[in-house]
Nanobody, 124 residues
């Protein structure tokens, strides 16, 4: 069973940076996975932030493109999200997700493993 544990959430001022981590365990070593970050802000629907595919290809939502960078370390099964130039509208709970390798876009219904989330608060 896949287990995802996020960390790194904090309160920061606008313009600052944070790096989120997601430690994964339980992966089948014979299988590749797409992994992604989603976020859920108060009063809004959960939305996709960034995805990284087994090939290393990435896609970002328009709202974070140019400011956030998704990456992964395949040795220790850790997913990262580097967040720079943070804005107050980035305030949300950030979730790590994993799913089959064929996942290409940030369609949350296609991801079948989720972490518990980590809170990011950006003050103006």
């Amino acid at each position: 069973q896949i287990r995802l544990v996020e960390s790194g959430g904090a309160s920061v001022q606008a313009g600052g940076s944070l790096r989120l981590s997601c430690r994964a365990s339980g992966f089948d070593k014979r299988t590749s996975y797409s992994m992604a970050w989603f976020r859920h802000a108060p009063g809004k629907e959960r939305e996709g932030v960034a995805i990284i595919r087994p090939t290393g290809g990435t896609t970002y939502s328009d709202s974070v493109k140019g400011r956030f960078t998704i990456s992964k370390d395949n040795v220790d099964n850790t997913l990262y999200l580097q967040m720079d130039s943070l804005k107050s509208e980035d305030t949300a709970i950030y979730y790590c997700a994993a799913g089959p390798s064929w996942i290409y876009r940030l369609f949350q219904e296609e991801f079948n493993s989720w972490g518990q989330g980590t809170q990011v608060t950006v003050s103006a």
